[in-house]
Structures are given as structure tokens and as C-alpha cells.
């Protein structure tokens, strides 16, 4: 068996108004030192499959049909050997 | 599907007009037990389909496309009308049938998404009929400004590129949000940080709708706050007159 994770997040320069809002409210309780917030998606598939390649390429298409909108997303894969 | 919640109102909204609505569930779709083919119309209600998760109406479109989209294309290839309200517009988005503006793309070129404020916004907003292609709102006079409630956290709608926006900017806009002199303005008039002040759009052919705010909300007078107006449903109106015309 393979976990994947797929890390999703804002495209930069797509303007992340959870993030704004965490700054502010971080500031509020006085942690001034928060400059920037960005918030990111993580999914972990548990995946039926032993070929790396085949479960990266597999987990590729997830997020082009339906897991990440290009205009705005972006994403990264991880693949991991589970025991 | 699970979590579409306007079906009714606007289910009532078809009714009065005349016409013979019917409720369609995916599943009779993907099933086989009702065809596209037997519709004029398709009209994708607002709600929080799937409950918004991944992105609102993603999994919707993700669905639709999976086990549907050879019908739905050759549906609107002839002429027949698709409309999303909400929810609806944000899976047609999903969909890549809107903008579309180079016929439908495999791929979104468009994102219905967080709105600037972080907020849910749910109240009225004031929307410009421009000119545009859209061929199934031509019984509403360009410019006339109609009060109809917008309600949802993901409306801001902003494109693949500067140049795709420009151009969907320029040529399929259906209604902006205005202020009460029929300006375009920030929020709250624009209550979401739309790219353009953009509420909807059409596809390239005009026979494709999406709009976030809710025609089915403002029906009837007494659904309005004033207890005068009810600007949505001309939208209807201009669906039920569009298909009448041409079949």
C-alpha cells in the first residue's frame, strides 16, 4: 500500500482572504510579528498500489479532474510506502 | 444532488410561468432512468452541493463531466439552455461550459472563489443588464438595474489570465454589480471582489447562464425587502420566452 499527499494551496498573486483574516486575528492576540498567513489543503490518499511512478501519475490526474482548480491552485505530491 | 437546496423555489418559479418543470435527480441521469434529450432546459439550482467540499460545486462538475458530458455538450451544441444560479454557476464553471469563451474547455478557466470580505454575504444586491450575447436575457432592457439577493461565501470570480479576462469582460457579461446610481463600486455593492464587478456570464453561443445572485429570491414581491420589486423574474420570463421562440 502507498499514502499519498497532496498538498493544495493558492497560486501567488491569488489574493487569500483566510489568510488576511488569520493575520488580523493573530495580531488581535498580539503576535505582531505575523507578517503573511497563507492556507493550504491536505489530502492523504491511502492507495491500493505498489509502482511510486504509477501512484504519482494516478494522484496527478485526481487533481486535475477534480482536487485543484488550475486557475487559482497549485499542488504538490508526496508518495510514501505504508506498513 | 445531496446539498442542493434551491430547487424548490425555483422548481415554483418555472411552474408559474406555465411551463412543465420536473426534478432531476444526478443519479436518474447518470442511470439511465431520465435523458437530457427530453429537456429544453437544464437549470442547476444554488445550494452547497456535496456539501462545498474540495471547492464549491467541484464535485458536482466532477460528476457531471465523469458520466455526462458527450450529452450536455451535444445539449447546448444545439441550442438548448443551461442555467446555474449559485451554486449552479459555480459548477458550470467547474464544468468549463463558462466562460467558455472559446467553446467548452477540458480544463476550468475561470474559479468562483473565496469572496474578499471572508464572509458569507446573503442579502440583497443591486445588478446591470449589459449587453452581451446572452440570448435568453434579450427581455431585459440593457442598463435596467434589478435588486436580486446574492448568498454565498465563494462568488469572486477571477480568470485564468489578464487577457482571457479582458476579453470574457469585454464580450459575455450578463450583469454587474452597480451601486444605487447604476455605478460600478466596491463593496459592499460588489460583495464578493468580483474581476469586473462581474454577478454573470454567458458562454460564446448566449445559450449558457451562470449569475450568483438568486432570480428564485426574488420571484415574488413579497420575497423582497421593499415588498415592491420582483426583478428575477424576468430571468425566468426570458428563459420560458428563448425556448418558446425557438422550439
Known sequence: MLRARIEIKLKKGVVDPEGKNIVKALHLLHFNEVKEAGVAKVIELLLDEEDVDRAKERAEEMCKKLLANPVINEYSISIEHVH | ?247
Open chain 2, 1 to 247: 444532488m445531496e446539498g442542493t437546496n434551491c430547487e424548490y423555489e425555483s422548481y415554483l418559479a418555472f411552474k408559474e410561468l406555465g411551463t412543465s418543470p420536473e426534478y432531476v435527480h444526478i443519479k436518474e441521469l447518470e442511470k439511465g432512468k431520465k435523458k437530457i434529450d427530453d429537456y429544453h432546459c437544464i437549470f442547476l439550482p444554488g445550494g452547497f452541493s456535496a456539501g462545498d467540499y474540495i471547492r464549491a460545486g467541484a464535485i458536482f462538475a466532477a460528476r457531471l463531466k465523469a458520466n455526462l458530458l458527450r450529452e450536455l455538450k451535444k445539449f447546448v451544441e444545439n441550442g438548448y439552455v443551461m442555467a446555474g444560479i449559485c451554486n449552479g454557476f459555480q459548477i458550470l464553471i467547474e464544468m468549463g461550459f463558462l466562460p467558455a469563451l472559446n467553446g467548452i474547455s477540458d480544463e476550468p478557466e475561470a474559479c468562483l472563489a473565496t469572496n474578499d470580505s471572508c464572509r458569507f454575504e446573503c442579502r440583497p444586491t443591486l445588478i446591470r443588464h449589459e449587453k452581451s450575447e446572452c440570448k435568453i436575457t434579450r427581455n431585459i432592457p440593457y442598463g435596467k438595474i434589478s435588486m436580486i439577493p446574492v448568498a454565498h461565501a465563494e462568488g469572486k470570480i477571477v480568470f485564468k489570465d489578464e487577457e482571457y479576462a479582458e476579453e470574457v469582460n469585454e464580450k459575455q457579461v450578463v450583469f454587474r454589480y452597480v451601486d444605487d446610481k447604476g455605478n460600478l463600486a466596491g463593496y459592499p455593492w460588489n460583495p464578493n471582489g468580483s474581476y469586473g464587478n462581474i454577478a454573470g456570464i454567458c458562454n460564446d453561443e448566449g445559450n449558457i447562464l451562470g449569475m450568483m445572485p438568486h432570480p428564485e429570491r426574488a420571484f415574488h414581491e413579497w420575497q423582497q425587502p421593499d415588498w415592491k420589486s420582483n426583478d428575477g423574474k424576468e430571468i425566468f420570463e426570458g428563459i420560458v420566452k428563448y425556448i418558446e421562440e425557438k422550439w
